[in-house]
């Protein structure tokens, strides 16, 4: 049980590069998400899916495109890299438990440190 | 989205108990309170969840009064280790396709 992964660990750009980030989750869970986090900030959400086939938009989700193919997934797309996409960026995925009693927990990957020069 | 607020920062001794408030004044009644702790160039990781009263587990403690509009993440005799940020998250599963919001965290720095 791998949990989330996430590939690749580190990658530089040039502006206007593109690239594919890829998410994936062996735990079975519905929902994933992406997340990045600038330097001294907390996690802001680019974009999330609540299963197979379905994405919706986060708060910040100018520049990227994702996509939910397969339910185990998530991936995060920027078609034309900009110097203000440098960040680091965290997948996730949650279970949802809707009995009380038992815990809803996020689960994040290691992270994407992308630079764009 | 229940709003929380919590300190942006803390400083605390080796071996001494720290205490993180947040308050989500207008928590609703399905939401529960949740703890993430994330350490330098990683990803969060839960730490705690709770709905009302008290909830403890071998990491921390969470308080959460009556009313519920704040919670106490409570880490017993710190160690330099606990050197982090915390993330106070309310959210609800029964409103599962509104994701939790990560705000900014409590930058908690433990001394020798």
């Known amino acids: 049980n791998a949990g989330v992964t996430q590939t690749p660990k580190f990658r530089v750009l040039k502006t206007g590069q593109s690239m594919t980030l890829l998410c994936a989750q062996d735990?079975?869970?519905?929902?994933m998400y992406w997340y990045r986090q600038d330097p001294g900030m907390g996690l802001r959400l680019i974009h999330y899916?609540?299963?197979?086939?379905?994405?919706a938009k986060g708060e910040v989700p100018d520049g990227y495109n994702v996509s939910r193919l397969k339910k185990q997934n998530f991936l995060l797309g920027l078609e034309s890299a900009a110097p203000s996409q440098t960040s680091v960026y965290f997948c996730?995925?949650?279970?949802?438990?809707?009995?009380?009693?038992?815990?809803?927990?996020?689960?994040f990957g290691p992270g994407t440190r992308l630079t764009v020069l | 989205l229940a709003k929380t607020t919590q300190p942006i920062s803390m400083d605390s001794y080796e071996g001494q108990e720290v205490n993180i408030t947040c308050s989500h004044n207008?928590?609703?009644?399905?939401?529960?309170i949740t703890w993430y702790q994330q350490f330098p160039s990683q990803g969060p990781r839960f730490i705690i969840q709770?709905?009302?009263t008290k909830v403890t587990n071998e990491v921390a403690s969470l308080f959460i009064p009556a009313d519920r509009k704040s919670s106490t993440l409570s880490l017993p005799r710190v160690s330099l280790s606990d050197t982090a940020v915390y993330y106070c998250?309310?959210?609800?599963?029964?409103?599962?396709?509104?994701?939790?919001?990560f705000g900014k965290g409590t930058r908690l720095s433990v001394i020798a």
């Open positions: 996730a995925s949650r279970n949802l438990n809707r009995d009380r009693g038992l815990t809803d927990t996020q689960y």
């Open positions: 899916s609540v299963g197979e086939g379905t994405t």
């Open positions: 709770g709905y009302k």
């Open positions: 207008n928590i609703a009644t399905n939401d529960y």
């Open positions: 735990m079975n869970h519905e929902y």
């Open positions: 998250l309310v959210g609800s599963t029964y409103s599962g396709n509104t994701p939790l919001v």
